[in-house]
């Protein structure tokens, strides 16, 4: 079990990321990567226990019959879920100070950059960056505090 | 690849059917399966084919995006099989 998590895990992060990035012209974007990262955690809680991602990666000590929603890292996951709305909510406002309507995207172009030589930045990843914090943050919480009941 | 060869376009209409068929032979079991194991693995068995499903469009379609679609339902059909064993083995999902 805990051999597979070790190979899986990163697997199920690569592939999520291709998904965040290929957001804004093929199928994918910020939610479903979003999903497949809280999966990887999943696969992570399964193997190692909950209490592996802070004393294990982290290196703090829990104690190990303390309230679950009152761990750090189950805040941390709130902050993730508000940082995320701010984020999503921030860039659909921006366009408003240009005189655009809500939410509207664009993008540039760059060429010749290095490995990749053509480069599209579009600003839908704002939006995208913040519907993965949402949903990875959100669903993190819920796992972790339904998880410990 | 636009232009599929009729063996293949063939070969690929009767593997669909045959794949949804099974799918419904699953969902016999899920809603008769007398004990909640059967449940599960018809439930993945279900969960295998749609995948299966997925590739087998990828291929008459010719479009790339169905694979992505069959990697993620594998991924998430794959951690639901190991929760669901981890149950089965353990009596709790997450320690």
């Known amino acids: 079990m805990r051999t597979t998590a070790r190979a899986v895990v990163p697997i199920i992060f690569v592939v999520s990321a291709s998904l965040f990035v290929e957001g804004h012209n093929l199928p994918g974007g910020g939610f479903i990567a979003g999903v497949l990262t809280t999966t990887a955690f999943a696969v992570l809680y399964l193997a190692f226990g909950l209490d592996f991602l802070e004393r294990g990666v982290l290196g703090r000590d829990v104690e190990p019959g303390k309230e679950p929603s009152r761990d750090r890292i189950v805040t941390a996951y709130r902050r993730l879920f508000t940082i995320g709305l701010v984020i999503a909510v921030t860039s659909g406002l921006v366009p408003l100070l240009f005189d655009l309507p809500f939410l509207t995207q664009s993008y540039v172009e760059l060429e010749g950059v290095p490995i990749y030589d053509h480069v599209e930045l579009a600003s839908a990843l704002a939006f995208d960056l913040g519907v993965y914090c949402v949903v990875v943050g959100g669903l993190l919480t819920i796992l972790s505090v339904v998880g410990a009941e | ?95």
């Not at chain 2, 059917?17 to 099974?22: G, H, R, T």
Request: one cysteine or more.
């Open chain 2, 1 to 95: 690849m636009s232009e599929v060869p009729v063996l293949l376009e063939t070969t690929l209409r009767v593997a669909l059917v045959i794949v949804s068929a099974l799918c419904v032979c699953c969902s016999y079991r899920v809603i008769r399966g007398p004990t909640d194991p059967d449940r599960v693995v018809a439930l993945d068995a279900i969960a295998t084919n749609v995948v299966a499903i997925a590739v087998l469009f990828a291929i008459q379609t010719g479009r790339g995006l169905f694979i992505t679609v069959s990697l993620v339902l594998a991924i998430i059909g794959f951690i639901a099989t190991v929760a669901v064993a981890k149950f089965v083995i353990d009596g709790e999902v997450i320690e």
